[in-house]
């Protein structure tokens, strides 16, 4: 697992391929069913994982609402709170939205774990238009929150202790799909 | 037996406090991820199982469990036929008996009660894997962990029990176990021949857990989260025309799969017989072989936490 070398020793599995596809299904339902259909979604992630998550649950939604959802990417670099402590190593992906004005936006993002991200991902939205409303979406929920964010869709909860990594390997980036732990 | 603290037999689903279910879920997970971590917890320990009524999946799950955390296992298949109950010697006494040898007695028993007899005289701690048309509390466990694992919760989730409800012990021990959770809704799918017994409906109203009972399996598929199937069990059944009158009425095919949700999960205890074709095995839907695996981490937790 070449991916793995270059970030810490496994520990374990916590999703194989098939559990991610089962979970991003079923959250493709939910936000369906809590939206009462997918008119005036659209579907934002977080560069890069969440990005492309945001990708396969468009697609989800598409198969069981036979629409096409609009999908955005937003990169939250900029609105960080700790650019005076680690300088922005922004990558390279620019935030890139369709019209995100009166619509129900659904964030999606690969790990939620202090809620920063979440944070610094909304006002970079609300930068650049005023949503109807803001749903997340996340496919592992390590806890550890430090601000009063909590996602709407959850693919799994982990327990995590604060020296563990999630890490979410996707087939776009490593060739398969499966989220492990790392310390 | 209440919250988290002493845990001392294992006899049915009411005695786990939400707070223990936790615990043992949380530890379930980590020994699925960092099996190596629980090599040789239980060390120089021994498991007895006493088996008066046949099984190969428990008893096998049971003995992997103990032996992979570096405990040893003996026991007896067909204790009923082979062991001194065959001489006329009481289960209170066999308990007595092997409570001398072992650490930890599980037990499966073809009468109802039999388990909670055995935990009134051992001196060991015991572990009920099916006390007749009673309960199998460690059955109910995994199948939780395994709405759980599935769907990522259980609060709030819908299920449909499916098949033999009056002799099914796996559903009457999960049914208890539902109705620690919040907004849980059943429904009961069965003949009446075979219908849910009326302590269990009692049980939920106590506990305000909404419950319907229909036979009409179709009109339910497409409302729930979980459909857990069961067998009709031949061998509980007096009379066979009975048996025959209410066999191969519930089953999961492809066309049923159309109607339940893309997401919904399709359980059952195992063995099958006919509820469940083949063809579904390899719908993402079909959960009942990652359910019956996850039998080992559960129970490994679970001696884990009875016996270290």
């Known amino acids: 697992m070449k991916w793995a070398a270059t970030v810490g020793r496994v520990k374990g599995t916590v999703m194989d391929d098939e559990a991610i596809r089962r979970a991003l299904t079923r959250i493709a339902h939910e936000i369906v069913e809590r939206n009462k259909g997918a008119d005036g979604l659209v579907l934002v992630g977080i560069v890069r994982k969440g990005d492309t998550l945001a990708q396969r649950l468009s697609s989800a939604i598409g198969e069981l609402e036979g629409t096409t959802v609009p999908v955005g990417r937003i990169n939250p670099a900029r609105h960080r709170d700790d650019l005076h402590i680690r300088p922005a190593a922004i990558d390279g992906m620019d935030s890139e939205l369709p019209d995100i004005n009166d619509r129900t936006v659904v964030l999606v993002d690969d790990v939620i774990w202090h809620g920063r991200t979440i944070r610094a991902a909304m006002d970079a939205l609300i930068e650049l238009g005023r949503p109807r409303a803001i749903q997340l979406a996340v496919l592992v929920d390590r806890g550890h929150r430090e601000l009063p964010i909590r996602p709407d869709y959850v693919g799994k909860n982990v327990a995590t202790s604060a020296d563990e990594m999630i890490y979410v390997c996707l087939k776009e980036f490593e060739e398969l799909d499966r989220v492990v732990v790392i310390k | ?308």
Not at chain 2, 275 to 283: C, G, L, M, Q, Y
């Open chain 2, 1 to 308: 037996m209440a919250v988290g603290s002493r845990l001392r037999h294992v006899i049915e689903s009411q005695q786990f406090s939400r707070s223990l279910l936790e615990e043992l879920f949380a530890r379930s997970e980590e020994i699925k991820r960092e099996p190596h971590k629980f090599m040789g917890r239980l060390n120089g320990q021994v498991m007895a199982a006493l088996f008066y009524e046949p099984s190969t999946r428990t008893r096998l799950s049971f003995e992997a469990a103990m032996l992979r955390l570096g405990g040893q296992t003996m026991g007896t298949d067909n204790a009923r036929e082979f062991s001194s109950a065959a001489k006329g010697e009481t289960l209170e006494d066999t308990i007595r008996i092997v409570g001398g040898y072992a650490d930890v007695i599980v037990i499966r028993h073809n009468e109802e009660g039999a388990a909670k007899r055995a935990a009134a005289v051992s001196s060991v701690p015991i572990i009920n894997a099916g006390d007749g048309p009673g309960q199998h509390p460690t059955q109910a466990l995994l199948d939780i962990y395994t709405i759980k694992d599935e769907l990522n919760r259980v609060d709030g989730i819908k299920v449909a029990m499916v098949g033999d409800l009056a002799n099914g012990r796996t559903v009457r021990s999960l049914t208890y176990l539902l109705s620690k959770f919040k907004d849980i809704k059943i429904w009961f799918v069965a003949p009446p021949a075979v219908a849910m017994r009326d302590d269990l409906k009692a049980h939920l109203d106590e506990h305000h857990v909404p419950w319907v009972e229909t036979e009409d399996l179709e009109s339910v598929l497409p409302e729930v989260d979980v459909v857990y199937m069961t067998r009709i069990q031949k061998e509980r059944f007096a009379d066979l025309d009975a048996y025959n009158a209410v066999k191969g009425i519930y089953r999961i095919d492809p066309r049923s799969l159309a109607l339940m949700r893309k997401y919904a999960i399709v359980m059952h205890p195992l063995p099958r017989i006919d509820e469940i074709a083949p063809e579904v095995d390899d719908d993402p839907r079909a959960a009942y072989f990652r359910q019956a695996r996850n039998g080992l981490p559960v129970r490994m937790a679970l001696l884990d936490r009875l016996l270290s």
